[in-house]
């Protein structure tokens, strides 16, 4: 069965330092992989998707995840964190086809940002 | 994408009662979802709702727990019934995008049973 992995319950990082958040996958074919971004008290926003092609994909808010297939991953990385990003991270695979299409969400990573 | 609304945004209510959780797209869509978050988690599914059939129920929920409507392609209601305070959550529907699989959420209705 399709699962997600986020190992990374927390993390901090200091505002202006580079962030990565991890993400594995247990998936049989390609995968379609997303990250959502939950800030507080709100709900969940598509930051970016993949689904095929290039394997670094460009998100909202600077961005970008990198698919490895060898590795089972999908990481998320921002080059220079803002205090605004401080949020609760979720990864995502999709699963199913046809009226049965879903996704399935790994744990979740919170991310603390320091001044 | 999509833009979602949910009514109400949270509510306190007491156990042994029903609330009813709106949720309306500004488009027409095909599949809508419900999900769960309880404290501190990650969304759990609780059914898929498509316009014109019964919405399917993921393992661990029940119709008569958690009946759902869906009159057309822009709204459905999910109703939590018989609360208990175990129901205390952050209920979240969403709605298909253009790409497969992918989804947009409507700002959750934070849900306390006291």
């Known amino acids: 069965a399709q699962s997600v992995t986020q190992p990374d319950i927390h993390i901090t990082v200091s505002e202006g330092a580079s962030l990565e958040l991890r993400c594995n996958y247990s998936y049989g074919a390609t995968p379609y992989l997303f990250w959502y971004v939950q800030s507080p008290g709100q709900g969940l926003q598509l930051l970016l998707k993949y689904f095929s092609g290039d394997t670094l994909v460009q998100g909202i808010k600077g961005f970008e995840a990198e698919f490895k297939r060898s590795q089972s991953s999908f990481n998320l990385r921002k080059p220079s964190v803002h205090w605004s990003d401080a949020a609760e991270y979720f990864c995502a695979v999709g699963r199913g086809s046809g009226s049965a299409r879903q996704l399935t969400f790994g744990s979740g990573t919170q991310l603390t940002v320091l001044p | 994408s999509a833009v979602i609304s949910q009514k109400p945004s949270r509510d306190i209510c007491q156990r042994g009662t029903s609330l009813t959780i709106q949720c309306q797209v500004d488009s027409q869509v095909t599949m809508m979802f419900w999900y769960r978050q309880q404290p501190g988690q990650s969304l759990t599914l609780i059914a898929t709702?498509?316009?014109?059939?019964?919405?399917?129920?993921e393992s661990g929920f029940v119709i008569d727990k958690f009946p759902i409507s869906r009159p057309n392609l822009t709204f459905s209601t999910l109703t939590v019934s018989n609360m208990s305070p175990e129901d205390s959550s952050i209920y979240l529907c969403?709605?298909?995008?253009?790409?497969?699989?992918?989804?947009?959420f409507g700002p959750g209705t934070r849900l306390t049973v006291t």
């Open positions: 969403s709605v298909s995008g253009t790409g497969l699989y992918e989804q947009y």
């Open positions: 709702a498509n316009q014109g059939s019964e919405a399917t129920y």
